[in-house]
């Protein structure tokens, strides 16, 4: 930068010379407060990534826990089907054992069977409204999976902006620092 300062009788004219100085540090200090106001938006973006990082672990926790009651309930139906297998063997093991018996354990062996096919009704009955419940939190599931990932391209693309932001304000910063400097 060239300043045309006045001459005096020992050099330059020093009201010049500090009205320079002081008009060079006011510019300094007004880009200083810019750079500082933009740096301090940049800590709020950031924080505020923070914060939605942190919903979506504790989102992901959540979902870790449902996973772990649907396995949990699909051990559950597991052991009813084997349960319904072996009570359907009982069954059918009681009915030979009557039919092979006199007439007079016939009565029996159709209350026995009867009392079976109600035990098989009703687990038929528990098993559907199972399936029904592991499809409900199977869809919850998918759609919290899905929320999950548009808030992490919302998040990945806010980051991004973030990010140039930053190299932004580093520019600004180092252009402002060289027409100091020089």
Do not use: C, P, W
Not at 11 to 28: N, P
Not at 47 to 61: C, F, G, R, V
């Amino acid at each position: 930068m060239s300043v045309g300062f006045k001459k005096s009788l020992f050099g330059f004219d020093t009201k010049d010379v500090l009205k320079y100085i002081k008009d060079t540090q006011a510019d300094f200090d007004a880009k200083e407060a810019a750079l500082n106001e933009k740096l301090e938006e940049l800590e709020r973006m950031l924080k505020a990534s923070k914060e939605s990082y942190d919903t979506l672990a504790s989102e992901n926790a959540e979902l870790n826990k449902k996973i772990d009651d649907f396995n949990a309930k699909y051990s559950e139906i597991d052991l009813i089907s084997e349960n319904i297998g072996k009570l359907y063997l009982s069954a059918q093991t009681n009915a030979l054992t009557v039919m092979n018996n006199s007439e007079e354990n016939a009565a029996k062996t159709r209350e026995e069977v009867n009392r079976n096919l109600s035990t098989i009704e009703e687990s038929h009955e528990a098993l559907s409204q199972l399936r029904e419940s592991i499809n409900k939190i199977a869809n919850d599931f998918s759609s919290k999976v899905d929320g999950l990932i548009s808030s992490l391209d919302k998040i990945r693309t806010q980051i991004s902006a973030n990010n140039d932001a930053v190299e932004a304000a580093k520019t600004d910063f180092a252009e402002v620092y060289a027409s100091i400097s020089e």
